[in-house]
């Protein structure tokens, strides 16, 4: 198994969870975050004082999928979240060793399907 975590921009979101639903994928974790990357934020100006606003707002999805899965499920999150501007986002993939259901004990895969 390997966990898929991406971080993209807000408004992509409801279209990358319905293209991973569409994939028939059971479950995922989305967070709102910040952070910076190349996109380097901007200037703002509030009351005359200029301030530099260098987190931005981000979307983070973490869903775990089978290692077959893996190059499909990166291919359709880059299609949905791609505007082709400086921070459409990131996605890394770690390797999942073992899962637990809490509930009901069940490991490896079938806790996740």
Do not use: H
């Amino acid at each position: 198994m390997t966990k898929v975590e991406c971080v993209i921009r807000p408004e992509k979101l409801e279209g990358v969870m319905d293209a991973l639903g569409q994939f028939g994928n059971p479950g995922m974790t989305v967070s709102e975050v910040k952070g910076c990357g190349l996109q380097r934020g901007w200037k703002e100006v509030y009351r005359g004082v200029e301030t530099n606003i260098r987190l931005l707002s981000k979307m983070k999805i973490e869903v775990v999928v089978r290692d077959e899965n893996v190059d499909q499920v990166v291919q359709l999150i880059c299609r949905a979240a791609r505007t082709g501007e400086v921070g459409d986002g990131k996605i890394f993939l770690y390797p999942v060793n073992d899962a637990v259901r809490i509930r009901t004990g069940e490991t490896g895969e079938s806790a996740i399907y």
